[in-house]
């Protein structure tokens, strides 16, 4: 599922950037520009739409739920989602404004619109928030600071940079931005890509140090592993899609179009990592859990190690927050079944 999901995704980030080429090559007309731009514009706010009602039924996992993580966490959550939500609303509206509005006049792309301007900023706010948490679950697993703040400083570099994309945009119009602000996106665009490379580089690597060698717990580390290695696939070809609109096509806004579901990409991982240890955890059959029950807890290895990646873990026996698989997996190794109560 996996990799049927990723090949779709490559496709879809990356098609579109290199058949542009095609008409950059053949001098592309203003008549070719508009069609590309509406023709981009369409299908990424549909691609977005739906990416977005994946990202509402994750958060009515995440509630029905009712995890016990911590306030900061829930809040996180909900505030990605109301960004989400702001997000697509922006483009909805933009898409309704040159469709609907302004139906055939092609000089309305021309011109400056608050809707495209302002979901620029959601942008950077969702990328910031959800590329922020991973950075501190890689502070967790390793203890050390170091990849964290160079990655926090960018997050924050590309979050001033969204802001003052979305103010130059707005007061110089499009076409002005796209002539001699075109590095701009350029650079936030390959900021991005570079945090999430290394977000998720980091995340495999503490995890592959954390096997213990015991085989279930080696089993349930590398499928946390391949779950980063695919979303953040995903992710990176899609910023490399915008990355080549950005460079092979800057007369069009085939770029801007994209960054409509781009961020939900970001915001999915994040939630589908969080409800992946609740009921729905595909760990739950693999990993063994104590014939006892276990009742005080009430919860399964799988569940704990995944809470350490994803959130931070408090149990019902007032355990602290665990910052290493081999500590869990002491507290619940499984008791032998010919061990009687």
């Known amino acids: 599922m996996g990799t049927s999901i990723l090949l779709i995704f490559r496709y879809v980030a990356l098609a579109p950037a290199l058949h542009l080429e095609g008409f950059r090559r053949s001098s592309m007309t203003p008549s070719d520009s508009v069609q590309v731009t509406l023709g981009g514009l369409q299908v990424s706010v549909l691609i977005a739409t739906f990416v977005y009602a994946i990202s509402c039924f994750q958060v009515f996992l995440y ?3 009712r995890s016990n993580d911590r306030l900061g966490l829930r809040i996180l959550v909900w505030i990605v989602w109301l960004f ?3 997000h697509t609303t922006c483009f909805w509206i933009f898409l309704f404004t040159i469709t609907v509005k302004y139906s055939g006049l092609p000089e309305e792309l021309e011109r400056r619109h608050w809707s495209i301007d302002a979901s620029i900023v959601f942008h950077g706010l969702i990328t910031c928030c959800v590329q922020s ?6 502070y967790v697993l390793s203890g050390r600071m170091l990849i964290p703040i160079l990655c926090w400083i960018g997050l924050a570099l590309e979050c001033f940079g969204s802001i003052a994309a979305a103010f130059v945009l707005y007061h110089v ?11 701009f996106p350029t650079l936030l665009i390959t900021v991005d890509l570079a945090v999430g490379v290394v977000n998720t580089t980091s995340l495999c ?15 349930l580390v590398t499928t946390l592993i391949e779950w980063f290695v695919e979303s953040g696939l995903i992710i990176a070809l899609a910023a490399l899609g915008m990355l080549l609109a950005c460079v092979l096509t800057p ?5 801007l179009s994209m960054t409509s579901f781009y961020a939900k990409f970001y915001s999915n991982s994040l939630l589908a990592s969080l409800n992946g240890r609740g009921p729905f955890s595909p760990f739950r059959k693999s990993v063994p859990t104590s ?13 704990q190690v995944t809470q350490v990646v994803f959130s931070t873990a408090v149990d019902h026996e007032n355990l602290t927050s665990f910052s290493d698989v081999r500590d869990i997996q002491r507290l619940h190794a499984p008791i032998p079944t010919n061990v009687q109560k």
Do not use: H, M
């Not at 119009?173 to 590095?183: E, H, I, Q, T």
């Not at 006892?292 to 569940?303: E, R, S």
């Open 205 to 219: 690597y503490y995890l592959y140090t954390r096997k213990t060698g015991i085989k279930s717990t080696d089993q």
């Open 84 to 86: 989400e939500t702001t």
């Open 133 to 138: 948490y991973y950075s501190y679950r890689v």
């Open 291 to 303: 014939t006892q029950g276990d009742t005080k807890t009430g919860l399964c290895f799988a569940v």
């Open 173 to 183: 119009g499009p076409v002005v931005f796209s002539a001699d602000w075109n590095l």
């Open 251 to 255: 007369n069009t806004d085939v770029y």
């Open 63 to 65: 509630w029905r739920s």
